[in-house]
């Protein structure tokens, strides 16, 4: 061996005494005996516990001065009514968080709690049984009114954290926010005198859509002198409502498509809503659009950004998204136009159907570290925000800081528990009482919510004033147009629901999904003529041979195991 | 004439150059403009994408809303630290080692190994996560030294230096040592006042990526208020398309658009850029000197 060789053979020695050396620093065993605690749904603990959690956190929080995410109105009235101590073993944003839960996962250090936003990560958590059972702690804990808001889902919500009949999470709820809707610039519909949705039940055939997109293009009542009739993104779909924002999902309700979701055809079969023959027709009347120029000729290369600035311009006037985007995506186009309207409208097929699919029941998820001492925790913690909190007769009294919170709308993130948990119902109930309580139906004090409440305050302040506020314009366009539209499509029983039957992840699916959903920008192609029509067919062979019959079939083995 | 002829090939020619050169300085300067105008327009106008290089519907807004945040001046002090302590450490560390390694292998016996363990840790890192668990054990995740020691010895500066010191007449080495002088003495009187270009040049790299590294502080900040400037301004982008796409509700979607508004980001950047902007042409001048002779050898 030569001196060299000896040399760098000392050094590696030394690297190794090192990092045994480090090793060696002790690492405290964390299982501890449980606290014990007081009977009941929400038992106050005898002595103070500690529950380190990892919380993902918003960049604008809008707390208080002085308060921050581990000290805060909430965590404090966790301490004044549990006798738990939140601490923070980490905090981030968005993809910054997933990246500290990795981190987190390699060094074996789990925090006591924490949330979890994607069900990859959990399934991985579980397969390497990280997390605790949950399944007694929420038969026991959770109180009959958190129960209900649970069955109100069918079992829908619990099963997507269900493994093996045993629940290993808190699953958020996630209600139905379905249609798609299409706001339209209702200022222009007047200018152009153009007559469309004649009986009113703001549905529009494609005939319709096509007819409101021709005159925009045609009249350009914007005066922008560079109009355009409709725009999209370039991934075109979205597998839920709420991320439906400049999709064509309201256009693929009108031909009974259900893009990336896993339904059963006609015969009965698990397919794949994206390679369905009424996916094609979708495409070939997208792609006649686009000959025709209506569809936006630089479809492909707009943006997100760019379409929202067509918009602001004056230059685009249908909006297609969830519900709420007048809250905080249309509010830019009304404070650039003062005169912009918006009328919300959806659009259905030739019997008058609105064809829409059941959103994934889970949103997000709250787990328990294996071994932690008392994971009751998470569910006394549940009860505590979204029973005791929300059914509180007396909030402003006995806990005034949370009641400011609320009305001051600061960030539900500030919420150790940091997953939403709502009945399904809950958005036409509280719609409901908005609407009970502007006609003078109900009083404010019987408003359920404080947020309805603040909502109407400014929906009167909106009809008051002669120059309203964009907020309270947008609250009033939100609710009085979007909601609305959702509450009399439910009332005139115009929806057709269909139900996704798969949401899990299959072995195959873990494989191949990136290369399958790479597949589907062929769509970009076959709109914008590149790729003729008929090359949708080869598109779907292509699919299936790679992968996509395998996870068909996957899918089948595991819901007849279910039976 | 045909001297003539020649000038005026001559002044075309440096024309063109000019030329080139204007073009390439307006594509630096033109996106700074733009930004600066756009965090002096309204939002409504930064969000219709109308604003060039003079503001739209004029407003300090943004630099108002700014001046309330005091997450963000509580980072900005985190990195004025960060800056300070990483310069120190950084220049005395990489002089004391370019220092012996610019001498033979015969006044200095090993050098070889160092240089392989340089270099060799140049070319390979540990990776993420190694080098975080390393830091973490340490108990440093959440100080601003997770920040500093990670990079206190930046390679390519030492070999930059060491390079410049190979080129410092020996003759000057042997006339101090003569008068007397200790090593030390040699190379804080002799070499350290002859190398002046070198060591501003890896000041301001050390200024600069101290000051705009943002990952760091993603990793080894485990709380937003421990966040250093870069990484806190990072953390502020959000893009409501991803948000929305992610299931974000909708109160959530309300106050991150709050602060995603581009007139903002704007003029966060405006801010966050403008000590490095006072910085830079104090040093400037050293800087090209630096690098070019650093890579002439005796």
Redesign the interface.
């Known amino acids: 061996m030569s001196v060299f060789g000896a040399r760098w053979c000392l050094a590696g020695l030394a690297v190794c005494v090192m990092a045994a050396g480090l090793s060696g620093c002790g690492k405290e065993d964390k299982n501890q005996e449980p606290v014990m605690a007081e009977e009941g749904t929400m038992g106050s603990y005898h002595q103070v516990l500690e529950c380190a959690m990892g919380r993902r956190t918003l960049a604008n929080p809008k707390f208080p001065d002085g308060d921050t995410y581990e000290d805060n109105a909430y965590t404090r009235y966790v301490m004044d009514k549990l006798n738990v101590r939140i601490l923070d073993d980490f905090e981030a944003n968005g993809e910054d968080y997933d990246r500290q839960v990795s981190l987190a996962i390699a060094s074996g250090e789990l925090p006591d709690a924490l949330f979890i936003g994607s069900k990859d990560i959990l399934d991985e958590l579980v397969e390497n049984e990280l997390v605790e059972d949950l399944t007694d702690v929420y038969e026991d804990y959770a109180s009959d009114y958190i129960k209900e808001i649970y069955d109100s889902y069918g079992g829908r919500c619990l099963d997507t954290a269900t493994y093996d009949g045993r629940l290993m999470a808190i699953p958020g709820t996630n209600l139905d926010s379905a249609p798609c809707v299409a706001y339209v610039r209702q200022d222009w519909l007047e200018k152009t005198g153009l007559l469309v949705d004649e009986d009113n039940d703001h549905c529009l055939t494609i005939e319709e859509l096509e007819q409101i997109a021709r005159t925009f293009l045609e009249q350009d009542p914007g005066g922008s002198g560079n109009p355009v009739g409709l725009a999209f993104v370039p991934y075109l779909t979205a597998d839920d409502y709420g991320g439906s924002g400049y999709t064509i999902n309201a256009v693929t309700s009108a031909f009974r498509a259900f893009p990336k979701l896993w339904i059963r055809d006609k015969s009965g079969a698990v397919v794949y809503g994206s390679v369905t023959p009424e996916m094609k027709e979708t495409l070939g009347q997208l792609a006649k659009w686009f000959g025709e120029g209506i569809l936006d000729p630089q479809f492909g290369t707009r943006t997100w950004d760019d379409i929202t600035a067509l918009l602001t311009n004056n230059q685009l006037g249908i909006a297609f998204g969830p519900w709420h985007i007048p809250d905080w995506l249309l509010n830019n186009v009304k404070g650039m136009n003062p005169e912009a309207e918006f009328a919300a409208f959806t659009v259905c097929d030739q019997d008058g159907r609105v064809n829409v699919a059941h959103s994934n029941a889970g949103n997000g998820y709250m787990v328990v570290r294996k071994g932690y001492s008392n994971p009751e925790v998470i569910v006394k913690m549940l009860n505590l925000f979204f029973d005791d909190v929300v059914n509180h007769p007396d909030l402003e009294q006995e806990a005034p800081e949370v009641a400011a919170y609320i009305s001051q709308g600061v960030d539900n993130s500030a919420r150790p528990f940091q997953v939403e948990v709502n009945a399904y119902t809950s958005l036409l109930d509280d719609y409901a009482d908005i609407k009970g309580c502007l006609n003078e139906e109900i009083t404010m004090e019987q408003v359920r919510t404080a947020e309805s409440k603040s909502i109407v305050e400014s929906i009167r302040r909106y009809w008051a004033e002669t120059e309203p506020e964009v907020n309270d314009w947008a609250k009033y366009t939100s609710r009085m147009c979007g909601i609305e539209l959702i509450e009399s499509l439910t009332k005139n029983e115009q929806f057709q629901w269909e139900s996704p039957v798969f949401r899990g992840t299959t072995k195959t699916m873990k494989k191949s999904s990136a290369s399958l959903g790479k597949m589907e920008e062929v769509f970009v192609g076959i709109v914008t003529g590149s790729i003729p029509l008929d090359g949708f067919d080869d598109f779907v062979a292509d699919w299936k041979a790679q992968g996509g019959e395998k996870i068909m079939a996957e899918i089948e083995e595991a819901l007849a195991g279910e039976q | 004439m045909m001297i003539r002829k020649k000038g005026i090939m001559a002044n075309l020619g440096t024309g063109v150059i000019y030329g080139i050169v204007i073009l390439l300085g307006l594509i630096c300067l033109l996106p700074m403009l733009n930004i600066l105008a756009i965090s002096f327009s309204?939002?409504?106008?930064a969000?219709?994408?109308?604003v060039g290089f003079v503001p739209v519907k004029f407003t300090t807004a943004a630099y108002e809303k700014i001046m309330e945040d005091?997450q963000f001046w509580r980072s900005f002090g985190i990195s004025v630290f960060r800056v300070g302590a990483g310069l120190v450490i950084n220049l005395v560390l990489i002089v004391l080692m370019a220092y012996p390694l610019s001498k033979t292998k015969r006044e200095f016996k090993?050098r070889?190994?160092y240089m392989?363990?340089l270099i060799f840790a140049m070319l390979f890192s540990g990776g993420m996560?190694p080098t975080?668990?390393?830091v973490?054990?340490?108990h440093l995740l959440n100080t601003v030294w997770a920040l500093v020691l990670p990079g206190a010895v930046p390679i390519f500066s030492v070999i930059m230096v060491m390079n410049f010191f190979m080129g410092v007449p020996k003759s000057l080495e042997e006339a101090a040592v003569i008068d007397g002088a200790t090593p030390l003495q040699v190379l804080t009187r002799v070499y350290i006042p002859c190398s002046k270009p070198v060591i501003a040049t890896i000041a301001l790299f050390s200024i600069v990526g101290n000051w705009n590294d943002f990952f760091g502080g993603?990793?080894y900040m485990?709380?937003?208020?421990n966040y250093p400037l870069q990484t806190y301004i990072q953390?502020?982008s959000?893009k409501?398309?991803?948000?929305?796409?992610?299931?974000g509700?909708?109160?959530?979607?309300?106050?991150?658009?709050?602060?995603?508004s581009q007139n903002l980001n704007a003029a966060k950047i405006v801010v966050s850029v403008v000590p490095l902007l006072m910085i830079y042409p104090l040093l400037q001048r050293y800087l090209i000197t630096g690098i070019v002779v650093g890579s002439v050898k005796e």
């Not at chain 2, 309204?42 to 106008?45: F, K, L, Q």
């Not at chain 2, 409501?240 to 299931?247: A, I, K, R, V, Y």
């Not at chain 2, 509700?249 to 995603?260: G, K, R, Y």
């Open positions: 309204g939002s409504d106008a969000a219709a994408n109308i005091r090993g070889s190994v392989g363990l996560i975080y668990l390393v973490k054990n340490l993603l990793i485990t709380k937003v208020r953390t502020l959000v409501l398309e991803d948000m929305l796409n992610s299931g509700s909708l109160s959530s979607l309300i106050n991150a658009m709050e602060v995603s």
